[in-house]
């Protein structure tokens, strides 16, 4: 437990939460993109995977400029989304319904990190880090296009089953 | 553990966690109004709070559109974001501190449900479910609109900080 006294403490906090995040996602994509049935999804999983060790160091980079070894802190919320993630792929008894139910969950990773990485960006420019902010609105603009790769596979691969 | 073999059982599956997981927003979205000290915000929650009994409304009607009687299924990630919602609101020790971390964490929960919605319609529409597609975009339309209060509420709570 942390006391959040100021809005810098609370940007800490978050970094730290993302951190351990980023690093969670890290650890499940290859999972994912080995499940994966469509070729399609699994390179976007595993260009998600590289998208996600350079958003880890832009995320270390933000930590150095906060004066704040890169620390992770448990976070709860994507503990929970890459465990509701674990259970839809186990109970899954068709590849293409696994796809979809993979690609429904890290859309809800995604939404996650949109949200988190939206506040970060805000509380930076507040606090005057420009710079932080710059490496931030980068990484958004990351999980803004993995999330929109993501519809667009969805919308394939429905329009894939419909046609079967 | 429910096998899912078909697309509609992945809906039924889904509508079953995102009821589960607006019973969990009604019982947050009280303590956190509670906890608010601007005024604008302890609205925005308690608003939000009577748009959440409509959506549940809305789902269960979509469970009776379905043929299947309405129940939750334990959703492991929006009690992880909860419970980040809990604990930052304990850690903090400063009211202006404590309303910018809520507007944070209302904003992660406000995405969990946007990309949820957002693949339920996905879903729907795929299923031939038109009613049910229309009932839960007026739904996602709603959690838009509360993300977008959120940040203009959060745009204003830092401009009065910035100002103090």
Chains 1, 2 share one sequence.
Not at 133 to 146: I, R
Request: net charge negative; proline share 2%.
């Amino acid at each position: 437990m942390t006391a959040t006294k100021s809005l810098q403490d609370l940007f800490v906090n978050l970094l730290k939460d993302v951190y351990y995040a980023e690093k969670q996602i890290m650890k499940a994509l290859p999972k994912m993109a080995k499940k994966a049935e469509s070729a399609e999804l699994r390179q976007a999983f595993e260009h998600h995977l590289e998208e996600t060790e350079g958003q880890i160091q832009r995320l270390e980079k933000v930590f150095e400029l906060c004066g704040v070894k890169p620390a992770g802190k448990t976070c709860p919320a994507i503990k929970g989304i890459i465990e509701e993630g674990e259970e839809d792929m186990k109970d899954a008894k068709d590849a293409d319904v696994r796809d979809a139910g993979m690609i429904a969950d890290a859309q809800a990773v995604e939404h996650y990190e949109i949200a988190r990485y939206g506040t970060m960006i805000a509380w930076a420019n507040q606090l005057g880090m420009r710079e932080a902010a710059s490496l931030l609105k980068q990484t958004l603009d990351q999980e803004y296009g993995a999330d929109q790769k993501l519809t667009k596979l969805a919308e394939g691969q429905l329009n894939r089953q419909a046609a079967a």
